[in-house]
């Protein structure tokens, strides 16, 4: 898969971010998606298997093991791989650092980014804030073009509703930052991949 689909590919960014964790099987990986609450992933157990057969492909996870217990079908455990695991945190910056669209994205990155460091994310969370800030000043200057047009409130509503979540979404992001400039939200090195499997 190109790299441009594959930043978009929240089911295997999940996968990797949980074997970030620890090395598992699909079926606790699905286990995991549950108990974490991923609600962005859909399509499961189906799409999951299929990441897990792509992922593999290419080399970004491998197999480790393959055990069976009694009469259960075979389960074999996937790791991370180095290329994995810088894949991993190259596609949680880009998707923390990049507004979309599609907001699930940015879901998805919020509640992976214990991959990365805090400091790291910060950075990220700038780069974005300046962004949506750039964005806001843009629908200032559509809608005062609109305005000298004489055209009715009800053609410019749009705009309007971008500005009003872009403005919402850099106000969250401001105080995010804020949050990890005093140390409020914080995690280290030892506990940060722990945060992935909070909520169970």
Known sequence: MPRGRAGRDLVGLTVLALLFVRPS???????LIVETHKDYI???????????DRLT?????????TTRE?????????????????ELRSRVRRLLEEP??????FLAAISLMGCLPPEEVGRCLRTRAATLEGQIVSC???????AETGLPALLTLEVECARSLRAAELDWVRGVIARLGSGELTWSDATRTGLLEEGR
Not at 42 to 52: E, K
Not at 140 to 146: F, K, N, R, T, Y
């Open 25 to 31: 099987h699909p079926y606790e990986l699905h286990r």
């Open 42 to 52: 859909t399509g499961l157990p189906r799409s999951l298997y299929h990441a897990v």
């Open 57 to 65: 492909k290419e080399e970004l996870i491998s197999p480790v093991e």
């Open 70 to 86: 009694g009469r259960r079908p075979e389960r074999t455990v996937y790791e991370l791989t180095a290329e994995g695991a810088a």
């Open 100 to 105: 979309d669209h599609d907001v699930t994205a």
């Open 140 to 146: 200032d200057a559509h809608l005062s073009g609109l």
